[in-house]
């Protein structure tokens, strides 16, 4: 499979890095995600929750990061398992333009190959359904990453800060990558980003909708009578 | 008083014998949702069975743990290669001579393959204990491409063939290689070609696609062991095989094997073989000492039990400059997948391709076949077909318009020039088949006149000048096909599967009342049997058709058959039928005799009865015989009146016809509609017309279905796509066109009964009809060929590769 896309973010290009690297944020952007372990600075695991119509599982991904260039680009690649669901590997590679000093292009290309059951449902729903998925997954993140000019504007005021973060906690993780500035801290981000696009990009699991799954629910399962 | 009345028509029509177009009987319980299928069938204390299959098409397996599955409530076993190999059950023998994992050997060799079978309690549970064994893979390198499974350096795919080069069939050129087959003269047709005014050659491919019947292969295994006896229900289009093959395997004696076929919901071909799902039923039983249940679901039937065609043939043609015919040279790269478990006689490991001379006065031929394997499921059975036939009608149905078209000739005018005439039956073939009878030429004119074959030619000259000009989007195809069917195996000379020589059988008992019960060595699974052999022994014997009840499939009662599949149904049972009844009738006739006091030989058969020559007041009725059969024979004549017959037939039957599709192609969106769509079968005597009428329907259907879209793909991984209803076509009433039958009859001369079998010619004619169309749309554009299947996509491509989407 195949997808080549891009996405603009209402936030500055250094925040989308950041957010892009910061493993609350990307837990709390992909779809189903249970876990998201960082396991060195250039690679983690996550285990993803997904259901598509008669097949569901739980995706284990491992997703290793390269040629890092803050904020502009990185290539991603990997793989996620999901037992007899299927499997799923690949790479991405991603890349931020800066589009004014408040709004960032993210551009993405993905070449994933996917495997088991869940390539037997057809390409027509592994594409669909794999840009649906990316589009849950953007419009969470905008949504984590777009009060972020107001709140940069605001940290002057310590009280505004402290609103800031009540009203948007899971902002703190990036705020933290932002300001820290450090590789180390950036690098690990970045693989979360990484998973985000190999579960939800290359597995494209989850999300589907019900309407779409039916049929082929019925498709698979009609030779079972119940009785 | 009321018999006095009765006319001799009334007396036959009472019948309902061969000619008739008695309804259904079957359809009763059918239509009421009373079948009786495998699923149906509960047995106390019942489990259920189901596999964990490969994720991968080519993997070794590192490790297989089933733990967790084991600890889940409700699971009672787990079965593994380990589990079997005491037993010698983790590889099986195929029909084809190979042999194939009934369990992963350490190694996957295809998606989806079978690793390991899970009993439970339910079917949910099964279910939820498979997501519970974890298999760890390590993936080795893919060959989905029977055009590079031959490569130098390409992996091998059967290490346990490892330095084997001596297949079942033969030697083996590469480690991928399973056979090579040839037949016919090589150099007379090499010389042909030398010496030919025109030659043609194309790659056709016909694409691999599956039988798919609704009702999926499924079985019921119960071991008594107190009384060592196995039960096996199962949708078995030849059970008696199986019940010799499950006694093979499992060492138990063949008269304590109960195997019982019930309703079959569809098997074209499907439900030939042996599969894993039957071994593992069969073993778990044992093991468990419960009745274990197998069903597949419909992902399953399709991407793992036996696929139909991928045959991949470079056809050649060589003719006159006026089209005459003079060789044909065919290699056939045939994709086995796996393992090689095509169904087809032993010393057939192409089928009968060897048809591939089709309808055509060939002086020469010389045909090639290599197998190959691949990551891809096993099977090559016969979807709704003869071995193989279907490709071969593909291979020189094709072949023909493209001579025609390079030629410049109509292409039907090419085949009536091209015809076996009438007067040269028996004919022998280049290919060794000695064809029975034929009468084409009758058939074609016939069929051209109906469907105004000339007008639509011109029609088709103008709306091309239309397309040239630009005042239309629309093309037109008139698809032309004739194809010759090889049907009936088979003769014990040259067919015969595991050893069994390929006879069928009947058995006929009439009981005092004069009503009957037959039992044959065939298997319905849809064809209307208990209509249709009803029927020939009604008129075989004058006994209505509703005062017989015919049985098949269970094995403890019915004689021994092979079972129903590649048309031989009527060619063979259909015999045997006849054949049984006319045992019954010689002694009928003595009794009549002695009943009349006269010599058997001033008797004459009389609709349902015997009667004085000369003197057709005295007579006695088959039922009045029935009786007199039981209670007052002849002296010394041993009372009973019943008969079983094993019928060896001495040829195939050869039935042909004539189709023609017109179609109407959008360029634009790649549609094809099928404007008409006309079928004149001739399959010799007409037992039921309103069933061949039905069949013919159907295998036209199915034959749109291969044609315009139906097919299982792989992708460079390996995965099977789109191996569900939600991407492999099955045509409902709304895409299905039209369809308009005809007939002649040109009965088989020695077939008792002169019937030839009719079920599979539609998808065997029917398919090249649509490609035909297809391909004639696109002639004038300039294309000589376009692979199937055509659906809207790939017509849409052939056309915009044509450039006329500029």
């Not at chain 1, 990558?177 to 990484?194: N, Q, S, T, W």
């Not at chain 2, 023998?93 to 994992?101: E, H, I, M």
């Not at chain 2, 039905?694 to 792989?714: C, D």
């Amino acid at each position: 499979m195949q997808m080549n896309a891009s996405q603009p973010i209402a936030a500055p290009r250094s925040v989308v890095w950041a957010g892009l690297n910061d493993p609350d944020v990307l837990r709390a952007c992909i779809p189903g995600c249970e876990s998201l372990e960082l396991t060195s600075p250039t690679e983690m695991t996550a285990k993803v929750k997904l259901k598509v119509g008669p097949v569901s599982a739980s995706f284990s991904g491992k997703v290793t990061l390269s040629d890092l260039d803050p904020p502009n680009s990185y290539k991603i690649s990997g793989e996620g398992s999901g037992g007899i669901a299927g499997f799923a590997k690949g790479g991405a590679e991603v890349r931020l333009e800066e589009d004014g000093p408040d709004a960032t292009i993210l551009h993405y290309s993905v070449d994933a190959q996917i495997g088991g059951k869940l390539a037997q449902l057809g390409s027509r729903l592994i594409d669909s359904t794999a840009k649906r998925l990316a589009g849950e997954f953007f419009e969470k993140f905008a949504a984590e990453l777009a009060p972020a000019p107001e709140a940069i504007a605001e940290t002057a005021d310590p009280a505004t800060e402290a609103e800031a973060d009540t009203a948007k906690p899971a902002s703190k993780g990036w705020f933290k990558g932002l300001f820290g500035g450090k590789a180390e801290v950036v690098a690990p981000l970045i693989l979360m980003a990484g998973l985000g696009f190999m579960l939800t990009h290359a597995c494209c699991l989850g999300g589907a909708s019900a309407s779409a799954m039916d049929p082929l629910a019925m498709a698979i399962c009609s030779s079972h009578s119940a009785g | 008083m009321n018999e006095m009345v009765i006319t001799r028509e009334q007396r036959e029509a009472r019948l309902e014998g061969m000619g008739c177009k008695r309804k259904r009987v079957e359809d009763v319980r059918f239509t009421q949702g009373r079948g009786n299928y495998v699923d149906d069938i509960k047995m106390p204390n019942m489990v259920h069975g189901d596999f964990v299959r490969s994720q991968y098409a080519h993997a070794k397996i590192v490790k297989i743990d089933a733990s967790k599955a084991k600890a889940l409530p409700g699971v009672i076993a787990v079965l593994t290669a380990e589990d079997l190999k005491p037993l010698g059950l983790h590889w099986m023998p195929t029909l084809a001579g190979d042999v194939q994992a009934v369990l992963a050997d350490g190694k996957v060799c295809f998606q989806n393959q079978e690793i390991a079978f899970v009993v439970a309690e339910n079917r949910y549970i099964t279910d939820d204990a498979i997501q519970l064994i974890e298999v760890e893979y390590e993936e080795l390198p893919v060959v989905v491409d029977p055009f590079q499974s031959m490569a130098p350096d390409a992996p091998v795919l059967r290490p346990d063939l490892d330095g084997k080069m001596t297949g079942a069939h033969g030697p083996r050129k590469h480690h991928n290689h399973i056979f090579e087959w040839t037949i016919g003269d090589q150099s007379a047709t090499d010389l042909a070609f030398e010496t030919a005014d025109v030659t043609v050659k194309e790659m056709l491919s016909y694409h691999r696609t599956h039988p798919s019947p609704l009702e999926t292969c499924q079985c019921l295994a119960s071991f008594d062991k107190i009384k060592g006896e196995l039960t096996v229900y199962g949708t078995f289009q030849a059970p008696h095989v199986i019940r010799t093959v499950a006694s093979l395997l499992s060492k138990i004696p063949e008269h304590k094997i109960h195997v019982i076929a019930p309703d079959i919901g569809g098997g074209f071909g499907n439900k030939v073989g042996a599969y894993a799902g039957y071994i593992c039923s069969i073993v778990a039983t044992i093991v468990t000492g419960v009745p274990v249940k197998w069903v597949e679901d419909r992902m399953e039937n399709l991407s793992t039990t036996s696929f139909a065609r991928d045959y991949h043939m470079t056809t050649e043609i060589a003719a006159t400059k006026d089209g005459k015919v003079t060789g044909l040279r065919v290699h056939v790269l045939a994709d086995h997948g796996a393992f090689d478990a095509c169904a087809d006689p032993s010393k057939w490991p192409a089928g009968f391709m060897n048809i591939v001379t089709g309808s055509y006065d060939f002086p020469t031929a010389h045909l090639a076949v290599d197998g190959v394997y691949t990551n891809k499921a096993p099977g090559g059975v016969a979807y709704r077909c003869s071995f193989r036939v279907t490709e071969a009608a593909y291979c020189i149905e094709r072949g023909m318009d493209i001579l025609a078209q390079k030629l410049g000739m109509d292409p039907a005018d090419l085949r009536l020039k091209n015809f076996i005439r009438r007067e040269q039956f028996p004919y022998q073939s280049a290919l060794g088949w000695e064809y029975d009878s034929g009468d084409y030429h009758t058939a074609m004119n016939k069929a051209m006149e109906a469907i105004s074959y000339r007008a639509l030619r011109a029609e088709q000259k103008a709306k091309q000048e239309a397309f040239r000009r630009g005042e239309t989007r629309e093309i037109m195809g008139i698809g032309v096909s004739f194809f010759t069917e090889i049907v009936g195996a088979g003769p014990s000379k040259n067919c015969d599967i595991l050893g069994v020589a390929m006879f069928d059988s009947a058995e006929i008992r009439i009981h005092p009342t004069g009503s009957i019960i037959a039992r044959m060595g065939s298997k319905s699974q849809g064809q209307g049997h208990e209509t249709t052999w009803a029927q020939i022994i009604a008129t075989e014997l004058g006994i209505p058709a509703d005062d017989i009840m015919i049985e098949e499939g269970n094995t403890d009662t019915a004689p021994y058959g092979l079972g129903t599949y590649g048309s031989r149904s009527t060619p063979v049972a259909g015999a045997a039928i006849a054949m049984a009844a006319r045992k019954i009738k010689n002694k009928a006739q003595m009794i009549a005799a002695h009943l009349l006091e006269v010599s058997e030989y001033d008797l004459e058969w009389d609709i349902d009865g015997f009667r004085v020559k000369g003197n057709p007041e005295r007579s006695k009725t088959m039922k009045e015989i029935a009786w007199a059969s039981y209670n007052s024979p002849p002296p010394g004549l041993e009372p009973g009146l019943e008969a079983v017959n094993y019928y060896d037939p001495p040829n195939m039957t050869y039935p042909f016809g004539a189709y023609f599709c017109v179609m109407d192609i959008d360029v634009d969106t790649g549609v094809a509609k099928i404007r008409r769509f006309y079928a004149l079968d001739d399959c010799g005597t007409r037992i039921n017309p309103m069933i061949i009428e039905g069949q013919v329907h159907g295998g036209l259907t199915e034959a749109f279905a291969i044609a315009m879209g139906q097919e299982i793909k792989y992708d460079e991984l390996g995965n099977v796509v789109g191996a569900s209803f939600m991407d492999f076509f099955i045509p409902t009433a709304v895409e299905t066109p039209h369809w308009e039958t005809d007939h002649t009859v040109t009965p088989s001369p020695h077939h008792p009964i002169g019937a030839k079998g009719v079920g599979e010619s539609p998808n065997v004619g029917g398919v090249p009809a649509f490609s035909n169309a297809v391909n004639d749309a696109f002639g004038f554009l300039g294309s000589t060929h376009i692979q199937m299947p055509h659906d809207a996509w790939r017509v849409w491509e052939a056309a915009k590769k044509l450039g006329v989407h500029a």
